[in-house]
C-alpha cells in the first residue's frame, strides 16, 4: 500500500488546474512554507513552491519525509472524495447504503481509512491465487484483515475468479484467457476446486458479509471491446448459456451453507498433495554406478551422467527417444548469498563427494569458495523426472555471509544455448510454477517443476546473453563461518524433467504430472 498515483497525476497537471493548486496548497502547508525541506526530501532544486507549480514531471521521495508528504495529498484527495459522493447520494436518499469505491485489491492506506469513515460496506475486488496442492487461498486472509483494521468496517468482495483454459467460444475454438486477472487453470474441475476454496475462505473471514462471483457469462474471444479487451472464461456458463457443469455443481453445493460456515469455521485439511505423477518406489530399472567423484545414472527413460571435473551435479542429462539417447544439458546446484551487502550467485567448483543412501538415491557433498552444499537426488524406473533438493549449505567463507536461497539449475547443452526459448505458459498467472526450455527443433523440452506449490518457491526461466533457470528456494539466513544450515526432512523436492514437445507446443507433462 505504498502508491502515491493520486499525487503523480495531480503533479502532471498544468499549473492552473484545481488538483495541481490543491497539491502544491497541501505540500506547502505539510512544509509549513520551508521549500529548502522539501527539496532535500525530494532531491530538487525548487526556488519556492510557486515554482513546484509549473512542474509537470512528477519527482520519486527519496526519504520517509518524501512519501509522508505525498501521503497527506492522497489522504486529503480521499477524505474529500468519500466524504463528497456519499453527501450527495445521502442527501437524494438518506437510507441509502454506501457500499464505497470496490478497490481494486489494494489502494494507499490513507484512501483504505478514509473508505471507513464514510462507507457503511468497503468493497474490494482480489483475485488471488489457490494452492492446489492444498486448497489454501494463498495471501486472502491477511490482506482481509488489514483491510478490516484499516477500516473498521464489515467487507464485501465484489469480484473474484480463475478462469479454466480447457474453455472454448462460440466457434469451438479455445478461449484465449490472454486478459483479463485470476489465476488460469487448465480445466473445470480445477475451476470448481478453485471455487470451494475461495467461497469457503471468504465466509470463514468474520469481517466479511458478502461475495460476488465474476461473472455470469464467459467474455468473448475477441474480447468485450477495443478498448476493453478482457477475453477470458469468468463465467457459470458460456456464451451460448451451456453450464459449466463442474463448477455449477460447486456454487450449488457451497453457497447454501455460507451462513454456516460464517457462524461456525470449518476445520480445514492441511496435509500437502504432491503435483507429480506417482511412481514405484522399488529400486529396479534404476543403474546407480560410481567410479570416485564419477558415476552415472541410468533409468529406461534418463541417463544422467558425471564424467568432467566441473562442479556440476550431472554434465548430461539424456532422454531415452525413438533416435536413442537424446542430451539435452546438464544440471546443478546454484548457492545465493550476500557478502558485506554484495550478491554472489555461486555455482559450485567440484565434487567433492557421492554416496548412494538406498537403491535409488544419491548424495552429493559438492564445494565452492564460498559454500560446501549437500544435495539428495531421487530416481524412478520409468519416470522422465528425478528429483532434487538442498538438504544443507555450509559456509565456506572467511567472514559472515547471508545465505539468501539455493537453485535449481537445469540448462540446455550449449552448442544450441544461443537458440533455445523458454517456456511461457501463454497465459498470465498459470496455475502451474514450472520452467522450461525448449528446443529450437520443436521436439523436446527440459524443465523444472516443485513437488508441491510452495510460497518459498519461485521458478522463472529466462535468457539474456546466457540462460537463467531460476527454481528458487528462499532462505535468508545468516551464516558465520563453517556453520551450516540443515533443511527440514520435510524439505519438498524439485523435479527435473525431459519430455516432448506435445502438438500444441507445449512440454508434454503426462508422464510427469499426476491425473487431475
Given at each position: 500500500m505504498?502508491s502515491?498515483?493520486v499525487?503523480d497525476?495531480?503533479?502532471?497537471?498544468?499549473k492552473?488546474?484545481?488538483a495541481?493548486v490543491?497539491?502544491v496548497d497541501?505540500?506547502r502547508?505539510?512544509y509549513?512554507?520551508?521549500?529548502s525541506r522539501?527539496?532535500?526530501?525530494?532531491?530538487?532544486?525548487?526556488?519556492?513552491?510557486d515554482a513546484?507549480l509549473?512542474s509537470?514531471t512528477?519527482?520519486?521521495?527519496k526519504t520517509?519525509g518524501?512519501?509522508k508528504?505525498?501521503?497527506?495529498f492522497v489522504?486529503?484527495?480521499?477524505?474529500?472524495?468519500?466524504?463528497?459522493?456519499?453527501?450527495?447520494i445521502?442527501a437524494?436518499?438518506?437510507n441509502h447504503?454506501i457500499?464505497?469505491?470496490?478497490f481494486?485489491?489494494d489502494?494507499p492506506?490513507?484512501a483504505?481509512?478514509?473508505?471507513?469513515?464514510?462507507c457503511?460496506?468497503?468493497?474490494v475486488?482480489?483475485?488471488?491465487r489457490?494452492?492446489?496442492?492444498t486448497?489454501a487461498v494463498l495471501g486472502?486472509k491477511?490482506?482481509?484483515d488489514?483491510?478490516?483494521?484499516?477500516?473498521?468496517r464489515?467487507?464485501?468482495v465484489?469480484?473474484?475468479?480463475?478462469?479454466g483454459?480447457?474453455?472454448v467460444?462460440?466457434?469451438?475454438?479455445?478461449l484465449?484467457c490472454?486478459?483479463g486477472?485470476?489465476?488460469?487453470?487448465?480445466?473445470?474441475?480445477?475451476?470448481?476446486?478453485?471455487?470451494?476454496a475461495?467461497?469457503?475462505a471468504?465466509?470463514?473471514?468474520p469481517n466479511?458479509i458478502?461475495?460476488?462471483?465474476?461473472?455470469?457469462?464467459?467474455?468473448?474471444a475477441l474480447g468485450?471491446s477495443k478498448?476493453?479487451?478482457?477475453?477470458?472464461?469468468?463465467?457459470?456458463?458460456s456464451e451460448?448459456?451451456r453450464?459449466?457443469v463442474?463448477?455449477?455443481h460447486?456454487?450449488?453445493?457451497?453457497n447454501?451453507?455460507?451462513a454456516a460456515i460464517?457462524t461456525?469455521?470449518?476445520?480445514f485439511?492441511?496435509k500437502a498433495?504432491?503435483?507429480l505423477k506417482?511412481y514405484p518406489?522399488?529400486?529396479a530399472?534404476?543403474s546407480?554406478r560410481?567410479?570416485g567423484?564419477?558415476?552415472?545414472?541410468?533409468t529406461?527413460?534418463?541417463r544422467?551422467?558425471k564424467?568432467?571435473?566441473?562442479?556440476?551435479?550431472?554434465?548430461?542429462i539424456?532422454?531415452?527417444t525413438d533416435?536413442g539417447?537424446?542430451d539435452l544439458?546438464?544440471?546443478g546446484?546454484v548457492?545465493?548469498v550476500?557478502v558485506?551487502?554484495q550478491?554472489?550467485?555461486?555455482g559450485?567448483s567440484?565434487v567433492e563427494a557421492v554416496e548412494t543412501?538406498?537403491?535409488r538415491?544419491l548424495?552429493l557433498?559438492l564445494?565452492?569458495?564460498?559454500?560446501?552444499?549437500?544435495?539428495?537426488l531421487?530416481?524412478?524406473?520409468?519416470?522422465?523426472?528425478f528429483?532434487?533438493?538442498?538438504v544443507?549449505?555450509?559456509?565456506t567463507?572467511?567472514?559472515?555471509?547471508?545465505?539468501r536461497g539455493t537453485?535449481q539449475?537445469?540448462?540446455?547443452?550449449?552448442?544450441?544455448?544461443?537458440?533455445v526459448?523458454?517456456?511461457k505458459?501463454?497465459v498470465?498467472?498459470?496455475?502451474l510454477?514450472?520452467g522450461a526450455?525448449?528446443?529450437?527443433?520443436g521436439?523436446f523440452a527440459?524443465?523444472?517443476?516443485?513437488?508441491r506449490d510452495d510460497p518459498?518457491?519461485?521458478?522463472t526461466?529466462?535468457?539474456?546473453?546466457?540462460?537463467?533457470a531460476?527454481?528458487?528456494r528462499?532462505l535468508n539466513?545468516d551464516?558465520a563461518?563453517t556453520?551450516t544450515?540443515?533443511?527440514?526432512?520435510?524439505e519438498?523436492w524439485?523435479a527435473?524433467?525431459?519430455?516432448k514437445?506435445d502438438?500444441s507446443?507445449k512440454p508434454?507433462?503426462?508422464?510427469?504430472?499426476?491425473?487431475?
Open positions: 505504498a502515491h498515483g499525487a497525476e495531480a503533479w502532471r497537471l498544468p492552473e488546474r484545481s495541481k490543491a497539491l497541501a505540500l502547508a505539510y509549513s512554507g520551508d521549500v522539501f527539496n532535500q526530501d525530494f532531491g530538487s532544486s525548487f526556488a519556492d513552491f513546484l509549473a509537470a512528477p519527482l520519486p521521495p520517509d518524501g512519501q508528504a505525498l501521503m497527506s489522504r486529503l484527495a480521499a477524505d474529500r472524495y468519500f466524504a463528497t459522493a456519499t453527501q450527495a445521502r437524494e436518499d438518506p447504503l457500499l464505497g469505491c470496490r481494486a485489491y489502494a492506506v490513507p483504505v481509512e478514509a473508505a471507513g469513515k464514510t457503511d460496506v468497503v468493497t475486488n482480489i483475485y488471488p489457490v494452492n492446489l496442492s486448497g486472502l491477511e490482506h482481509l488489514e483491510m478490516a483494521l484499516r477500516t473498521g464489515p467487507l464485501f465484489t469480484e473474484w475468479g480463475f478462469p483454459l480447457d474453455a467460444d462460440t466457434k469451438g475454438l479455445p484465449p490472454t486478459q486477472a485470476g489465476m488460469r487453470v487448465d480445466t473445470q474441475a480445477q475451476r470448481a476446486e478453485c471455487f470451494r475461495m467461497q469457503t471468504l465466509f470463514d473471514h466479511v458478502g461475495s460476488s462471483f465474476f461473472m455470469y457469462a464467459d467474455e468473448p468485450l478498448s476493453f479487451p478482457e477475453n477470458s472464461n469468468y463465467g457459470l456458463v451460448t448459456d453450464p459449466y463442474p463448477l455449477v460447486a456454487a450449488t453445493e457451497v447454501p451453507t455460507v460464517h461456525n469455521p470449518p476445520t485439511e492441511t498433495k504432491d503435483w506417482p518406489m522399488d529400486a530399472g534404476v546407480i560410481i567410479d567423484t564419477r558415476y552415472s545414472v541410468e529406461r527413460q534418463l544422467l551422467t564424467d568432467a571435473s566441473s562442479g556440476l551435479a550431472f554434465d548430461h539424456s532422454l531415452r533416435r539417447w537424446t544439458g546438464t544440471y546446484p548457492i545465493w550476500q558485506q551487502g550478491n554472489v550467485w555461486e559450485p567440484r543412501t538406498g537403491p538415491d548424495r557433498t564445494s565452492g569458495a564460498l559454500a560446501r552444499t549437500t544435495l539428495e531421487r530416481f524412478f524406473a520409468d519416470a522422465p523426472y528429483l532434487a533438493r538442498v544443507s549449505v555450509q559456509s567463507a572467511p567472514g559472515p555471509v547471508s545465505l537453485y539449475y537445469p540448462l540446455w547443452r550449449a552448442d544450441e544455448a544461443a537458440t526459448q523458454p517456456y505458459p501463454g498470465p498467472n498459470y496455475w510454477p514450472i526450455w525448449m528446443s529450437p527443433h521436439d527440459l524443465g523444472a517443476l516443485a513437488q518459498v518457491f519461485t521458478i526461466f529466462w535468457r539474456d546473453t546466457s540462460l537463467h531460476d527454481f528458487l528462499t539466513i551464516l563461518p556453520h544450515w540443515h533443511a527440514n526432512p520435510d519438498p524439485a527435473i524433467f525431459l519430455t514437445i502438438k507446443g508434454d507433462l503426462t508422464g510427469v504430472l499426476a491425473a487431475p
